[in-house]
């Protein structure tokens, strides 16, 4: 069998080449530590490795998702904690104001310490995560949550639950809404609540609701019933602010007066009024805010009076009630805050072990075995040299080699 010159040149590069690229490929994977450098390389594992490559993504980004949760709620409960300690300070201004031996000097002293605490509180209400975005305002992060007011304080936010993505069928809520931590006081089951003066001779009947026409109107303010020194006329006082709403109207069995939004019935139940009777009205729901600037308004008025000390007591006697439901309203969120937490920490964990697996599955698929690897190079650098001496010798025979 004849084979011509060209043939053996031919043979002998393409052998050649075939082990430099396969050597070329060996030190790739070998300095990349790659075993897959192209999809070609393993079509079925490249496909398998993408797909675990984007788990693991999707992985680290909830674990940034949990830290970010873990600093804003770790954020949210030091608020908590501090309004907590607010709170337990306010209760002891309210049980030591009720002391019979403190003068209307002394409760004024009282008031200013209340006052103090009420603008701490307002402060705590409007903290922020430390980036700009408001704690306790729902959706509406960029806008203040609560602003003082007359009455204490008014919600501007909304009552939105914020949520995160802390694991792919978990998602962990974030600071409660403003109402939900501070408001929520519920002073009576109905939409207010009729407190009469304990101080009262008759027993007149009075029962209130939101006025459907002028419900824009309503103010969420404290309002008083008077009955004059005859029990004929009566007049509605707005505490909140000082002045008279109602003018004196005289009293029928039963009457009806609207103000304000509200639509106020007084009846004879079981007795027609006395003289000088009051009926408080306030809202059925109040806020800590409200519920503290009542108490400093109860405290600032002169109780000279047997009657006028018999409203302080149910002034502080209230106000402290309110204060142990906001109590037990803070205490709940800020549960629900250490429960969130606490959650955080074992999806960290579970977090932890699905990256190790699917690393380890990665590196299964892609990651070469450098003794294996290291000897198969050895091996095609000894067949290449083998081959290229082999061409060299090949390349060599001539017939002019025999020619004298």
């Not at 909304?158 to 408001?183: H, K, T, W």
């Not at 079981?270 to 308004?297: H, M, R, S």
């Not at 964990?349 to 990651?367: T, W, Y």
Request: no cysteine; charged share 15%.
């Amino acid at each position: 069998m004849r084979i011509s010159t060209n043939t053996i040149y031919e043979t002998g590069s393409s052998r050649i080449g075939d082990l430099q690229s396969n050597m070329n490929k060996l030190q790739q994977q070998i300095s990349s530590g790659r075993k897959v450098l192209t999809p070609a390389d393993d079509p079925i594992g490249s496909a398998r490795a993408l797909v675990i490559t984007q788990a693991d993504a999707i992985n680290d980004q909830f674990a940034v998702n949990r830290q970010n949760a873990k600093n804003l709620l770790s954020v949210t409960d030091g608020v908590l904690g501090t309004v907590t300690d607010n709170l337990h300070s306010i209760k002891t201004l309210i049980v030591q104001a009720g002391n019979g031996v403190l003068s209307d000097a002394d409760r004024t002293y009282v008031a200013q310490q209340l006052q103090s605490n009420l603008d701490q509180m307002i402060s705590s209400a409007n903290a922020t995560d430390g980036t700009g975005n408001y704690l306790f305002s729902g959706f509406s992060t960029t806008t203040a949550p609560f602003t003082k007011s007359i009455t204490g304080a008014s919600y501007a936010g909304d009552q939105g639950q914020r949520y995160l993505q802390a694991d792919s069928a978990r998602q962990l809520p974030l600071s409660a809404p403003g109402m939900e931590v501070f408001g929520n006081i519920r002073t009576s089951n109905a939409q207010f609540n009729i407190l009469p003066n304990p101080s009262n001779v008759g027993k007149t009947g009075a029962s209130a609701a939101v006025d459907p026409l002028t419900a824009a109107n309503i103010t969420g303010h404290n309002y008083e019933v008077r009955f004059d020194n005859t029990a004929a006329n009566f007049s509605v006082f707005d505490k909140t602010t000082g002045g008279t709403i109602v003018p004196p109207t005289p009293y029928t069995n039963p009457v009806n007066v609207t103000f304000d939004g509200i639509k106020l019935t007084l009846q004879n139940s079981p007795t027609a009024p006395a003289p000088g009777d009051k009926i408080l009205i306030q809202p059925g729901n109040q806020d800590i805010f409200e519920t503290v600037t009542d108490v400093i308004n109860a405290l600032k008025t002169p109780a000279t009076t047997s009657a006028a000390r018999s409203e302080l007591t149910q002034a502080l006697t209230q106000a402290n009630n309110n204060v142990d439901k906001s109590l037990s309203n803070v205490l709940t969120v800020r549960a629900q805050v250490g429960s969130s937490l606490k959650e955080i920490d074992g999806l960290d964990n579970e977090g932890d072990a699905k990256g190790v697996s699917f690393k380890q599955s990665l590196s299964e698929i892609q990651d070469i075995d450098y003794v294996k690897a290291i000897s198969e190079f050895s091996q095609n650098q000894m067949v290449l040299q083998a081959a290229q001496q082999s061409f060299v010798k090949a390349s060599s025979l001539s017939l002019f080699s025999y020619i004298s």
